[in-house]
């Protein structure tokens, strides 16, 4: 099979989709269902249409782009990613997996390849948390993990649920139709870069992933008493600002504690109420990601942020309170679907390695209900979720052609 990736065609394709964006270049900014959002899946469906792929949607968004294959009534093999973007992001995560995976199947039609089964390309509504709270809405109700309460349960900041801002988009009907039957993919993959800079440091192509990071996230709000910040001694006080900045202390210590380069915790939202700086903060809101590829010890570190909790209550005599927003099951690639990729960067000679995606991607759900694997590439620096986030052709070129192999292969079994 004479694979060939069209690097250029699929480089300007790359710089189109970042076009449709909320911010000025470099930087690109897409939330789920804007009009930015809008406009880019239409870019999309009209290059899967160009391929001749069929397209569907369901009623969350998700898109469904379809080369049939010669037995269709077989389970698919599917490949894709999203392309909704944080604020003030780059333009390659996520989209190296969707429009990667449209040239992939485009250079196996031009090779003249005939797959068996038919291959999907899959594009994912709202990967990203930014207007829900929450990642992976769209796999999670694929896999089932999120159910049809999910459209009025979830809101943004805004007050706004997910069933306005869907229907809003042009997506209707009952989000409990949009999960997937078990059996209906073989298997999927996703190719994404590796927003981590271990690839490049040891000058290696490809990363072959076998086990994927789940996070848990946690609000942590704690009420102290406020005053003004001359008038009050300090005795007296119950800062809630000082009681945060000792449970902030407390997560990183739970995590490093269990002495396992997989677990990983972060604070990423600290917000002072009143935010005056004459005036003693009386409430804080944490918010708190945790992540591990063991689930028992993630938890453990969730159970030592909890006991930090009741500590630093105690002591300080302030409120702290805690909600739970996720906790999601790590996942395991599967070993056919990791063979199929590594037989792929052997026929063409491109080194890999094996290893962990500490970030979660649609495919920790895509797991639930299909065997499944990544496939990483080089991003300069392990720099993502920037504007100067950036994968090279080269490394694109390398990622798209074993993605291509590797679909190649799952579809003729």
């Not at 001694?233 to 000792?246: Q, S, Y």
Request: a negative charge; aromatic letters at 6%; proline letters at 4%.
């Amino acid at each position: 099979m004479n694979l060939k990736i069209e690097t250029a065609q699929l480089a300007a394709e790359l710089d189109t989709l970042a076009s449709f964006s909320e911010a000025p270049a470099p930087a690109v900014t897409r939330i789920v269902f804007s009009g930015t959002d809008r406009q880019a899946r239409e870019y999309v469906k009209r290059l899967c249409a160009d391929a001749g792929l069929a397209i569907r949607e369901d009623a969350v968004g998700n898109t469904f782009a379809r080369w049939a294959g010669s037995e269709p009534e077989l389970a698919a093999v599917a490949s894709g990613s999203h392309i909704d973007a944080i604020p003030n992001a780059g333009r390659y995560d996520g989209t190296v997996g969707v429009l990667g995976g449209l040239e992939a199947i485009r250079a196996l039609q031009r090779s003249g390849f005939r797959p068996r089964r038919s291959i999907e390309l899959v594009i994912f509504t709202s990967e990203e948390p930014t207007r829900f709270g929450i990642g992976c809405i769209g796999s999670r109700l694929l896999a089932g993990v999120l159910d049809g309460a999910a459209d009025t349960r979830l809101a943004g900041k805004d007050g706004e649920t997910l069933n306005h801002w869907r229907t809003a988009a042009g997506f209707a009907g009952d989000l409990a139709g949009v999960r997937l039957p078990q059996g209906y993919y073989d298997a999927f993959l996703e190719l994404h870069i590796e927003q981590g800079p271990l690839l490049e440091r040891a000058g290696i192509p490809l990363g072959v992933v076998t086990a994927i990071a789940a996070p848990a996230s946690l609000r942590i709000r704690i009420e102290g008493e406020g005053g003004h910040a001359g008038g009050v001694l300090m005795p007296a006080r119950k800062d809630a600002f000082c009681a945060a900045a000792e449970l902030v202390l407390e997560v990183e210590s739970a995590a490093k504690s269990t002495g396992v380069i997989d677990t990983v915790a972060t604070v990423g939202v600290c917000e002072v109420f009143p935010g005056a700086i004459n005036s003693i903060p009386s409430e804080v809101r944490l918010e708190v990601d945790v992540r591990d590829t063991n689930e028992a010890r993630r938890d453990g570190v969730l159970a030592e942020i909890g006991d930090a909790c009741v500590g630093v209550a105690k002591r300080r005599g302030v409120a702290v309170k805690t909600e739970t927003i996720n906790a999601d099951m790590p996942a395991q690639c599967d070993a056919r679907v990791v063979e199929s990729l590594t037989r792929a960067c052997a026929t063409h000679r491109l080194g890999f390695q094996t290893m962990v995606s500490r970030a979660y991607h649609d495919s920790l759900f895509m797991s639930r209900i299909a065997p499944t694997a990544m496939l990483f590439i080089p991003c300069r620096g392990g720099v993502s979720h920037r504007p100067n986030e950036y994968a090279s052709a080269e490394a694109i070129e390398c990622g798209v052609l074993v993605l291509a192999e590797t679909l190649a292969d799952l579809a003729s079994k």
